[in-house]
């Protein structure tokens, strides 16, 4: 549905976007996460004519955005930063100039009024758009985005500045707009993507530096597995033992919390489960494990270290000085 | 295209600017009127009106123009139209021609004071006719002009202050011509004033290189402006 390829944004002799490539399947709903100023915009901007390219091709649908930009634009419902509205416009007369500058065909009545029941703005129909909230001003910029029902829905933070309530309810608003629209979203809120997104984006520094699936991208980025086991022991011995046993990489104390127990940090080579073998070989010396945590990289954790530090050492260095904050907590 | 140029002539009376434009150009093209016609005097001419009415453009067009593009800019729908199925061309001419038509439709109300004449004399018609026509083809130049520095800014005062300067070199640098003495400059300074050209109109003269001028000269100013938005894409 949407193909870019070796997207280049130049101005001067800096990077705005440097080499990105990626394709969206027709029905899935894309995040584009980055730190502010990674290129998310820009790469947004590209793909909808707002701007062009240094270098690189963006094709929605087929249609090459900068050959035949009218016919590519007909097919992309946008949603900028800021909602696009004109202020002293009501809502009703806002959506009906979206209607004609997009030159839609649909009924305009039943299409507009399904519009707003979509995104629950039907009570603010006939109101100035100036006098509307922050929540109210984005959902009408929702609605501008849905207006000729285009194939492609693309949002540029659609959350940003939102109360948690109405955040959700975007969020619920968007997961709808997936099953029959192909959606791209960008932010740099995690949970958002995680909530929301078929697939994740992650941009930095101008560079795409991942593209996978929601439910893989935390496998890909944890080099290895750590868990947070609770056992009733000897400290000393219990440490040595887990060292020993088949799959450990790295363990240390975390701190002992209870008289008679010690939490301790266990990181095992990737896509290895020790959970077992610890159990067997801990239960067999006696010393009952009465806690066992995931620590899973959680996505944030992901992002950071993908984002901050893409050398592996620090990041190594960073993971030891968490444990012993832990540890001193 | 349709609906931007309806939704930017709607907006010009959503605002007060739209009728204070108007109230400007009929309160003043009024009493030049009466001053250079009604009131005995030597110079008392509707040519010297007409002139006038010229002059007048350096301080009303900019009230229109001023807004086209910079409010876009800063209220950032820019990017709505931009991202729509619109081309750069549709949406300037758009623009253009809705600050075209209230300029137009005020000019022509203001041609209601001729009436007068008829009333105490016999006014050439020529003269009336062929400077109108003029005047509206100068008046889209000086808009069109306006519609570009518009392009520029996002700040609706320098919009104006700009549009206003380029109109003043258009419009009275020719009145600098006594004081050159280089023969070379004074051609090119009359060759691009749009003043001169206007002088024949207001002797009943209908000049064709003129109009061709005028059109021209809206032309050019129009692109520029399509030029600057898609070399703003480019970079």
Same mark, same amino acid.
């Given at each position: ?200 984006? $992650? @941009? ?5 530096? +991942? ?5 893989? !991208? #935390?496998? *890909?980025? %944890? ?65 009952? $494990? @009465? ?5 899973? +990289? ?5 992002? !950071? #270290?993908? *984002?901050? %530090? ?20 | ?235």
């Amino acid at each position: 549905m949407i193909k870019i390829e070796h997207l280049v944004k130049r101005y001067g002799d800096k990077y705005a976007v440097n080499d990105i490539s990626f394709t969206v399947e027709e029905g899935e709903i894309v995040g584009f996460l980055g730190p502010n100023g990674a290129g998310k915009t820009t790469t947004m901007s590209m793909l909808t004519g707002f701007l062009s390219s240094t270098s690189g091709r963006a094709e929605i649908n087929g249609i090459d955005i900068l050959e035949d930009p009218i016919a590519a634009k007909r097919q992309i419902g946008y949603l900028p930063e800021n909602p696009p509205v004109y202020m002293e416009m009501t809502v009703r007369e806002y959506l009906n100039f979206i209607y004609d500058l997009k030159g839609c065909t649909l009924n305009r009545s039943m299409h507009l009024k399904e519009i707003c029941d979509t995104v629950r703005i039907s009570d603010v129909y006939d109101r100035v758009i100036r006098n509307l909230s922050k929540g109210y001003r984005q959902r009408v910029g929702i609605a501008q985005a849905l207006v000729g029902n285009p194939k492609v829905i693309i949002f540029d933070e659609p959350t940003v500045g939102l109360d948690p309530k109405q955040i959700i309810e975007i969020r619920n608003l968007i997961k709808t707009l997936g099953k029959s629209h192909t959606v791209i979203l960008s932010t740099h809120i995690l949970p958002e993507v995680q909530a929301v997104c078929d697939r994740i984006i $992650i @941009i930095n520094k101008c560079k795409i530096v +991942a593209n996978e699936k929601t439910e893989d !991208i #935390s496998k *890909v980025f %944890e080099g290895s597995r750590r868990l947070s086991i609770k056992v009733c022991g000897p400290t000393s011995s219990v440490l040595s033992t887990i060292r020993g046993v088949e799959g450990v990489t790295y363990a240390e104390v975390l701190g002992s919390h209870d008289a008679d127990s010690t939490s301790y940090l266990v990181e095992s080579a990737p896509g290895v489960d020790i959970r077992k073998m610890l159990f067997n070989t801990l239960a067999a010396k006696s010393w009952p $494990i @009465i806690g066992i945590e995931s620590m899973g +990289a959680s996505l944030e954790d992901i992002f !950071i #270290s993908v *984002v901050d %530090e893409p050398d592996q050492t620090t990041r190594k260095k960073r993971r030891r000085n968490r444990g012993d904050a832990e540890k001193e907590a | 295209m349709l609906a931007i140029y309806k939704r930017e002539l709607r907006s010009y009376f959503v605002s007060p600017i739209g009728y204070i434009f108007v109230a400007i150009f009929l309160i003043a093209s009024g009493l030049l009127f009466s001053y250079c016609t009604l009131q005995a005097g030597t110079g008392s001419s509707v040519s010297t009106y007409l002139t006038l009415v010229m002059y007048m453009f350096i301080i009303v067009l900019p009230l229109l123009t001023m807004k086209l593009f910079s409010d876009e800019k800063r209220m950032r729908t820019e990017q709505l139209l931009l991202t729509s199925p619109v081309s750069l061309m549709g949406m300037v001419v758009a623009k253009f021609l809705a600050a075209y038509t209230v300029f137009a439709a005020t000019y022509l109300i203001s041609c209601l004071d001729f009436l007068v004449l008829y009333q105490y004399g016999t006014p050439n018609a020529a003269i009336l006719l062929g400077s109108s026509l003029a005047i509206l083809l100068a008046g889209g130049a000086c808009i069109a002009i306006g519609v570009f520095i518009s392009a520029l800014t996002e700040n609706q005062l320098i919009a104006a202050l700009g549009t206003m300067a380029i109109i003043v070199f258009f419009i009275l640098t020719s009145i600098l011509n006594g004081y050159i003495d280089n023969a070379v400059i004074r051609s090119v300074i009359n060759w691009v004033s749009i003043m001169e050209r206007f002088v024949n109109f207001t002797s009943g003269i209908f000049d064709f290189n003129a109009i061709v001028y005028y059109l021209s000269l809206s032309f050019v100013f129009l692109f520029l402006t399509v030029r600057v938005y898609d070399k703003r894409r480019w970079n």
